[in-house]
C-alpha cells in the first residue's frame, strides 16, 4: 500500500515528524514501511525567470539567445534551441550547479562560442508531468501561466517534492487498505488528531426518489449494494490537486468522474464504478448470478464466458459490469454522457478472488474486494464521492440514493478485564494505558471496577476476541516493554517420542526393511477417484468433504481412503518406466460426522500398502500384512476371510479382523478398476486401520520363556472344497489342537490332476510343544486325531 506524505498530512499533521521517526513507529505498531520513495529528491537549482529578449545565434541557424530576469539570481543569459517561447514568457530555467530529476549536473559553459548561464527546462527535466502542471507533457520549455515571482524556487512553488512510503499491510488489516485507515494508524501512534473527509454534500431534492431501481438477488454475495443518480454532469479533467495525488500513487488521470472512483478507492480504500445511466435499460440494476455460458465484455475490451459462480451487475436485459472486478464496455462513461449513476457496493472477497481467479481478470477493484471490505465504508465512500462530485463540479444530486443492505451493521463489542489482558501479555500494564490506546484506536470503554467492555470502531473487523485486544494495546504499548524471564511456573522434562510415534517408527522400518518405500500424497483427491475405484460416493463410509476454495478439480475433496492415491501413485511410477515397487503411505482420511459440516470430522490413521512388478502376488502382500502384525504383537489373533470390495479381485481379496475387530483389506486390484487406471500389470494394495491396530496393542505385550522341550512337527494333506477359505481351516485346526498346538503354517495349495473338479489339496505345518515335558510316542498322533475327527465332520478329509 502507497503512502504519500504530503497526502497522509491533510489528516495528520506530520510536519514536525521525521520520515526516519515516522518510518519506526509505523514498524513498531507492525506496518513495515518496505520502501521510501523520494520523489524527485534531486532536484535543486531550477528558478523562475522572465525573458527579456530573445536573439538569432550569431553561428548557429537552430540556436537564440536569450537575454533573461532571474530575480535575485539576476540578468544572465541563456542559449537555446526551443521554438515554443517568445520574450515575456515566465520559464523555469536551471542555473549552474542546479540538478535535474535524472541526475545531470548543470554548469555554465559555450555554445558555438556564445556564453550560456544555464538551461531552460519542460516538465521532464524538473520530473512533472501533465497531471502536475499544464504543458508539463509537451516535448519543450515549460511556459507558466502562473504569475510566479522571479527567482522563486520551482520545486516549491509547483510543490514537486515528496516522499511515499511503500508499506507492508497484513492480510487481517484491510482497513489499512488505503490513506485514510493509515491515517488512523499514525494519528494513534503519533497522538494526535485526525481530520477526517468531509463526506458531506447537498441534495437538489431530497424528496424525490432515485430514477433507477436496484434489486440484489443474492445477498450472501452482495451484503450491500449503495447507488446514488447524479444528473448534468460535465465530463472533463479533474482539478490538478486530484490528478497529483493520482499520479503521486501510479494511477494516470482519465477524467474527473473516473479520477474521482479513483481518488476514492486509495483514501477511503472502497471500490466504486460509473454507469452510464441513459444507457441502463430500463433504469434498473439487478444483482445476480451469471447464467451458465452467459457472455460479458468489460472496459479493456475482453469478452468472458460466465458460469453460475460469478456475480454480475445488470441493468433491464444484460450484464453491464462483473462484480467486483470490472464494469462492462456498454454502460461506460465517455465525452458526450449527462447522467450518471454511482455504484458502491460490497461483494464477498471469497466469490470475488475465485471469479478474478477463473476469468484470469485482475483489477485494482478485485484486490481490495479480495483483502475484504467493510460493509459502513460502502455508505461513507460513497459521500465522499458525491462530495467530490460537487466540489469539482462535476454534475448535480438531484435525489435520494439506493441502499440494499443485507447484513447487520450493529458494531461488535468484547467484554473482558484488565487483569486479562494482562495474563495474555504477561506484563502490567496499567488499565488507565490500556484504556487509553484503545480510545486512541477508535474503540469506546465502558468500565465496571476491573472488567470492561470495548465498542469496537465500525472498520474493525479483524477483532474478535479478547487476546485481539491485548494485540492493539501491546503493539501500541511496545513490544520492548516486554522482558525475558524463565518460566519458573514450568517443570522441565524431557524430550521424546510418545508410544504411539515410537510404534509408528517401528512399523516405517519395518516395511523399509522388506523393501517398501514411504510416500506422501496429497490429502485432498477428484471426485473423480471415487468413480475409477467404483466406490458408492452416496454411502455414508464414503461420504466426502467437499473444499469450499479448491485448487482444483483434482483437489476438491477430503479422502476418506488411502487406495486410490496409492493406485495412482503407482501408475505414474508404471508411466515412468518403473515396473516393480513396493510402496507405503501411513496418513489420515476425514470422514465427516454429518454433512453439510457442523462439527470436525473424525480423523483416522490408516497404512496403505502397495506392490507391483515380477515375484509379487497376493501371498507377498499377505506376508508383509503378517510381519506389521507380528511386530504389533497381535498375528496370532488376527483371521483372514474373503470379502467382496469394489475395486478388489473377488477371488483375491480378503479382509483382516482381529478379536472380532476389523482392521484392514488386502488384495490384487480388480482388473477393470485396472484398466480404468491404465494399469496393465498386477497390482497389490491394502489399506489397514492403524488406529484400530493400535488400541489392540495397548497392554498386549508379554514375555514367556522358551520351552526347553523338543517340538514336534506335522504335515497334514487334506482336500477341501475349493471355496473354503484357507483361514476357516486353520481356524478348525487350532479349535481342536489344544494348549500344545503352538503354530499352523499352510505351506502348499494344489487343484488339478489327482483332485477331485470343485476340490482343492492344501497342506500344513503343525508345530506342537510343552513347557512341561518331551511328548510320549503316541501322544501327538493322538492330537492328530482329535483334529482329523473335527476337519472330516466339517467335510474336511484328509488326503
Not at 510418545?498 to 522388506?514: F, G, H, P, S, Y
Not at 489327482?754 to 510320549?776: D, H, I, N, Q
Request: glycine share 8%.
Amino acid at each position: 500500500m502507497k503512502l504519500g506524505l504530503s497526502w497522509l498530512n491533510e489528516y495528520v499533521d506530520i510536519s514536525d515528524v521525521s520520515v526516519e521517526q515516522l518510518k519506526n513507529s509505523l514498524f513498531s505498531c507492525g506496518f513495515e514501511v518496505e520502501e521510501i520513495i523520494n520523489v524527485n529528491e534531486i532536484v535543486k537549482g531550477i528558478v523562475v525567470c522572465r525573458i527579456e529578449s530573445i536573439e538569432q545565434h550569431p553561428n548557429a541557424d537552430k540556436l537564440s539567445v536569450c537575454q533573461i530576469n532571474a530575480g535575485e539570481y539576476g540578468n544572465l543569459q541563456i542559449v537555446t534551441n526551443a521554438k515554443n517561447i517568445k520574450v515575456g514568457d515566465l520559464v523555469p530555467v536551471s542555473l549552474d550547479g542546479a540538478v535535474l530529476a535524472d541526475g545531470t549536473n548543470i554548469k555554465k559553459g559555450k555554445l558555438r562560442g556564445v556564453d550560456s548561464d544555464g538551461m531552460f527546462c519542460g516538465g521532464e527535466e524538473i520530473g512533472i508531468t501533465e497531471e502536475y502542471y499544464d504543458g508539463a507533457g509537451f516535448d519543450g520549455v515549460l511556459v507558466f501561466h502562473d504569475d510566479f515571482p522571479l527567482g522563486g524556487d520551482v520545486t516549491k512553488l509547483l510543490n514537486v517534492k515528496d516522499v511515499v512510503f511503500d508499506i507492508g499491510v497484513t492480510a487481517n488489516r484491510p482497513d489499512c487498505q488505503s490513506i485514510l485507515g493509515l491515517a488512523r494508524e499514525v494519528a494513534a501512534i503519533l497522538n494526535k488528531p485526525i481530520t477526517e473527509p468531509d463526506l458531506t454534500y447537498s441534495v437538489e431534492n431530497e424528496n424525490e426518489k432515485c430514477p433507477v431501481k436496484v434489486d440484489v438477488f443474492d445477498g450472501e454475495l452482495c451484503p450491500r449494494y449503495c447507488a446514488q443518480f447524479v444528473k448534468d454532469i460535465q465530463v472533463k479533467p479533474s482539478p490538478k490537486w486530484m490528478q497529483k495525488r493520482l499520479a503521486l500513487m501510479g494511477i494516470r488521470a482519465i477524467n474527473n468522474v473516473v479520477d474521482i472512483t479513483n481518488y476514492v478507492l486509495l483514501e477511503m480504500g472502497q471500490p466504486m464504478h460509473a454507469f452510464d445511466c441513459d444507457k441502463l435499460v430500463n433504469k434498473h440494476i439487478i444483482v445476480r448470478r451469471a447464467k451458465e455460458g452467459e457472455k460479458v465484455t468489460t472496459l479493456d475490451d475482453k469478452q468472458f464466458t460466465l458460469t453460475t459462480d460469478n456475480l454480475l451487475i445488470c441493468d433491464g436485459e444484460t450484464p453491464v459490469a462483473l462484480a467486483g472486478i470490472m464494469g462492462g464496455k456498454e454502460s461506460a462513461i465517455n465525452d458526450q454522457s449527462k447522467n450518471l449513476l454511482f455504484e458502491c457496493a460490497k461483494f464477498k472477497r471469497d466469490n470475488v478472488r475465485k471469479s478474478s481467479k477463473a476469468l484470469g481478470q485482475r483489477s485494482d477493484s478485485s484486490s481490495r474486494y479480495e483483502k475484504g471490505i467493510n460493509a459502513n465504508n460502502v455508505k461513507a465512500s460513497l459521500c465522499r464521492a458525491l462530495n467530490l462530485i460537487q466540489a469539482t463540479q462535476t454534475g448535480t444530486i438531484c435525489c435520494q440514493g439506493e441502499d440494499v443492505l443485507n447484513e447487520d451493521l450493529t458494531r461488535k463489542q468484547i467484554t473482558t478485564s484488565y487483569s486479562a489482558i494482562n495474563k495474555v501479555l504477561g506484563i502490567e500494564v496499567q488499565p488507565s494505558i490500556q484504556k487509553s490506546i484503545l480510545e486512541k484506536l477508535g474503540f469506546e470503554i465502558q468500565e465496571n471496577g476491573d472488567q470492561f467492555t470495548a465498542l469496537l470502531p465500525i472498520y474493525r473487523d479483524d477483532i474478535d476476541c479478547y487476546p485481539d485486544l491485548a494485540e492493539e494495546i501491546i503493539r501500541m504499548y511496545g513490544y520492548d516493554h516486554i522482558n525475558c524471564r524463565l518460566l519458573t511456573e514450568a517443570s522441565i522434562t524431557n524430550g521424546g517420542k510418545t508410544q504411539r510415534q515410537l510404534n509408528e517408527d517401528k512399523i516405517k522400518n519395518l516395511l523399509v526393511a522388506k523393501g517398501f518405500c514411504e510416500i506422501l500424497n496429497y490429502s485432498f483427491v477428484s471426485e473423480k477417484e471415487y468413480d475409477d475405484f467404483g466406490l458408492d460416493k452416496n454411502a455414508s463410509e464414503n461420504a466426502h468433504i467437499k473444499i469450499m476454495n479448491p485448487l482444483g478439480e483434482d483437489m476438491s475433496v477430503m479422502r476418506t481412503t488411502l487406495v486410490p492415491s496409492m493406485g495412482y501413485t503407482i501408475l505414474r511410477n508404471l508411466n515412468r518406466k518403473n515396473l516393480e515397487g513396493r510402496l507405503f503411505e501411513l496418513s489420515k482420511v476425514y470422514l465427516p460426522k454429518a454433512l453439510p459440516l457442523i462439527e470436525l470430522p473424525v480423523e483416522n490413521t490408516k497404512l496403505a500398502l502397495g506392490l507391483f512388478g515380477d515375484g509379487e502376488d497376493f501371498f507377498t502382500l499377505k506376508g508383509a500384512i503378517e510381519q506389521i502384525l507380528t511386530t504389533m504383537h497381535i498375528a496370532s489373533e488376527c483371521e483372514y476371510e474373503r470379502v467382496n470390495v469394489s475395486y478388489l479381485h473377488p477371488g483375491r481379496s480378503a479382509q483382516v479382523t482381529c478379536n472380532g475387530t476389523l482392521i484392514g483389506i488386502m488384495g490384487e486390484l480388480h482388473p477393470q478398476t485396472a484398466e480404468k487406471l491404465g494399469i496393465d500389470k498386477r497390482v497389490y494394495v491394502a489399506e489397514l486401520d492403524y488406529d484400530a491396530i493400535d488400541e489392540l496393542l495397548i497392554g498386549k505385550i508379554y514375555h514367556k520363556p522358551i520351552s526347553k522341550f523338543p517340538s514336534v512337527e506335522r504335515d497334514l494333506a487334506l482336500i477341501a472344497d475349493k471355496d473354503l477359505p484357507s483361514a476357516q481351516i486353520i481356524s478348525m485346526i487350532k479349535a481342536r489342537g489344544g494348549k500344545n498346538l503352538q503354530s499352523v503354517q499352510l505351506f502348499d495349495v494344489y487343484t488339478g490332476k489327482g483332485v477331485e473338479e470343485g476340490k482343492k489339496s492344501v497342506a500344513y505345518r503343525l508345530t506342537f510343544s510343552s513347557m512341561e515335558k518331551t511328548f510320549g510316542e503316541g501322544e501327538v498322533d493322538g492330537f492328530i486325531k482329535k483334529i482329523l475327527f473335527f476337519l472330516q465332520q466339517n467335510n474336511v478329509q484328509l488326503r
